[in-house]
């Protein structure tokens, strides 16, 4: 499986990106996917996950309410809307692959990892 991240970008205080992950070469329609992000300094953390089907979607408590994420298993793509952005969201947004059909915020669950695109929020 090979991930291709984009839409990031540097974006002002209170402004709004999408970020967008397709998938090559393999469906990833019976998979779990989710958003991670690192900031400079940082450990990588949880942003979104959204089980195999869509219904199970959960967020990291510093984006809920601000971020959405969404899949569409036909194009084998999963989108991050982010809205309101703040200086704190700035990072490398990074796209994984779940080890199962669900997405946990546990890193060590995903198996395969896009490039990152990097996120810039200035205040």
């Known amino acids: 499986v090979q991930l291709q991240a984009s839409g990031g970008g540097p974006v002002q205080a209170g402004g709004s990106l999408r970020l967008s992950c397709a998938s090559s070469r393999r469906t990833i329609s019976n998979n779990g996917m989710a958003w991670f992000r690192q900031a400079p300094g940082k450990e990588r953390e949880f942003v979104a996950g959204v089980s195999y089907r869509g219904d199970a979607i959960n967020y990291a408590n510093a984006v809920r309410g601000r971020f959405t994420i969404s899949r569409d298993n036909a194009k084998n793509t999963v989108d991050l809307q982010m809205n309101s952005l703040k200086p704190e969201d700035t990072a490398v947004y990074f796209c994984?692959?779940?080890?199962?059909?669900?997405?946990?915020?546990?890193?060590?669950?995903?198996?395969?990892w896009g490039q990152g695109t990097q996120v810039t929020v200035s205040s």
């Open positions: 994984a692959v779940s080890l199962s059909s669900y997405a946990s915020a546990d890193s060590g669950n995903y198996r395969y």
